[in-house]
């Protein structure tokens, strides 16, 4: 029997069919891999997860990282406001030490530096946390640092103030005026006191049915000048639009007649006050004068606060540069408002504070100019003529070759002469005199000014002219309507007008309704720069309001 005997030949044609078999098996696997799709989204899947959870980790890390770095800032903010309030009395430092440790921060404070002086104080400070990360870390970023540095100041640099207050008669009432004399002293005070000398200035304008400019300051405008009595100004419409008045114009002066009471002596109630503190006070930084000044007011007359608004923004308009220069090299203002009213766009703050507790009521002026200038036919004599102890006001009206003289409350005509005032001093005794004090120039002949001075009532100087025209002595050339009125209603729309000029000017208004009328208050709450500016108060908290508004002139502001 044969065997067959396996040959290294037949060995390796055996091992060659293995290895072909298994490279067509490998190239069947490598075939199917390649056509399997599902493996690949499954890794796709997972890198995106990866990356949404890394960029999330970013996210989480630094939202905590903001939060983190805004309350250390905010915190270090509020310490170095309060630190830097010049009403605070504790030591700087410790204050922004105490705001961290009471908001768990004191690890954190890095530093603070204060700088202060008399008027003045800066506190700076700065901080830092390093926060430990939660996902970051991942890549390398085990910590992340959030530093805070801020710097606050407070200080008052070039302030200008206008208080315009009303003197009307309602400010009687209630106490009010007291109320409100300790409330501006104070503030004024408070002002006077917060910055350098020549820093602060600070102008007065009572107003009540006019504001009286005074002899000093209205002798830089032009007035028509028909007396020396008194110096307000009836300005028209117009004068509203705008902050400033031309000093060379023609302005009105107002009469100095009475159109609410008989008088025949000086004014009871003139349209325009001659009253103690009634003149407006401008540009001062005497603490002492200014508390004076206050202490004299008094309150009588309607309400004007259209007119003292007009007067307390020409006081802050950069066009009066001129007139504080002149009253400076005259020694009626300090050296140290050289170059005031600054310009608008200065860094000074101008500011105005207007008080009201009514609402805008009539404005009386002579209606007609013949009535304002010229000698009337009135000649007056005042004096003892006869060395009896007595003194005779006589009033004597020259009406063609008459003399109409004035018995006390009746009119009489006589040629020889006229009867004194203190025939109602004696009755029965028949006092009567000759003419010869008119005659002989004792009597002296009265402007209009002077007779409407002496001589006016509710119908303007009803005394004299209009008793004698209205029956029939003489031709009736005096008007029954000697005077008229400006109305609440077109002294509202003023008021609106010259806050809005003094606003868009740059002038901040704060204005203070004092136990005024809805109405009043209304009008007061437009006229202020905000409604956040606009103050209603009642009795003593005035004060309160006057308090408020001297922080805010002396304003907190972050510089840094």
Not at 128 to 138: A, G
Not at 412 to 427: E, L
Request: with cysteine; glycine share 8%; hydrophobic share 35%.
């Amino acid at each position: 029997m044969l065997k067959h005997v396996q040959t290294k030949t037949d060995l390796l044609d055996g091992d060659c069919r293995e290895n072909r078999n298994f490279l067509r098996q490998l190239e069947g696997r490598v075939r199917a891999f390649r056509d399997e799709e599902s493996g690949v989204l499954v890794a796709f899947g997972v890198f995106f997860i990866l990356i949404i959870l890394m960029i999330g980790g970013i996210g989480v890390d630094l939202m905590r990282f903001e939060f983190t770095r805004t309350s250390l800032q905010n915190t270090l903010d509020r310490a170095v406001l309060a630190a830097a309030d010049l009403d605070q009395s504790l030591d700087p430092q410790a204050v922004v030490e105490d705001y961290f440790a009471k908001s768990s921060m004191g690890s954190y404070l890095s530093s603070v530096t204060v700088d202060q002086g008399l008027n003045y104080k800066e506190v700076s400070a700065t901080a830092e946390i390093e926060m430990d990360t939660q996902l970051i870390h991942m890549l390398g970023i085990n910590s992340l640092k959030a530093p805070a540095a801020g710097t606050a100041a407070e200080s008052v640099d070039g302030v200008e103030i206008s208080l315009v207050l009303d003197m009307s008669g309602s400010m009687g009432s209630n106490n009010r005026l007291s109320n409100l004399k300790v409330a501006a002293k104070d503030f004024v005070t408070t002002m006077i006191n917060s910055g350098p000398v020549g820093d602060v200035s600070i102008s007065i304008v009572p107003y009540a049915t006019q504001v009286n400019a005074g002899e000093l300051l209205s002798s830089y405008f032009n007035l028509t000048g028909e007396h020396d009595f008194s110096y307000c100004v009836n300005f028209s419409s117009s004068d509203y639009n705008s902050t400033s008045v031309s000093t060379s114009a023609s302005l009105q002066q107002t009469g100095p007649f009475d159109p609410w009471y008989q008088v025949e002596t000086n004014l009871r109630l003139p349209v325009c006050p001659e009253r103690a503190s009634s003149d407006i006070m401008a540009y001062s930084l005497s603490e002492s004068a200014l508390h004076s000044y206050i202490e004299g007011f008094s309150a009588n007359g309607n309400t004007s606060t259209d007119i003292g608004v007009k007067w307390g923004t020409l006081l802050l308009d950069p066009a009066m540069q001129p007139v504080v220069t002149d009253l400076i090299a005259k020694g009626d203002v300090h050296n140290g408002f050289a170059g005031r009213p600054v310009a608008y766009d200065d860094d000074a703050l101008k500011v105005m504070v207007v008080m009201s507790d009514g609402q805008n009521t009539s404005q009386y002026y002579l209606a007609s100019n013949s009535y304002r200038t010229g000698n009337t036919d009135v000649w007056f004599y005042e004096g003892d003529y006869d060395n009896d102890g007595y003194v005779e006001r006589v009033y004597t009206i020259k009406s063609g070759s008459t003399y109409y003289y004035k018995q006390a409350t009746s009119w009489s005509n006589s040629y020889n002469g006229f009867t004194s005032a203190s025939f109602i001093n004696h009755p029965g005794t028949n006092k009567y005199y000759g003419s010869k004090p008119f005659l002989d120039g004792q009597s002296k002949r009265l402007t209009f000014p002077e007779l409407f001075h002496q001589a006016s009532n509710e119908y303007v100087a009803d005394a004299l002219y209009k008793d004698i025209w209205s029956n029939s002595y003489a031709d009736q050339y005096w008007q029954y309507n000697a005077y008229n009125s400006v109305s609440g209603y077109t002294k509202d729309n003023r008021l609106d007008d010259i806050c809005t000029a003094a606003k868009n000017a740059g002038i901040i208004i704060f204005t203070i309704g004092f136990e005024a009328p809805s109405h009043g208050e209304g009008v007061l709450e437009d006229c202020a720069s905000s409604q956040a500016h606009f103050f209603d108060v009642d009795g003593i908290e005035i004060s309160d309001a006057f308090v408020s508004i001297a922080a805010s002139i002396s304003k907190l502001r972050l510089v840094q």
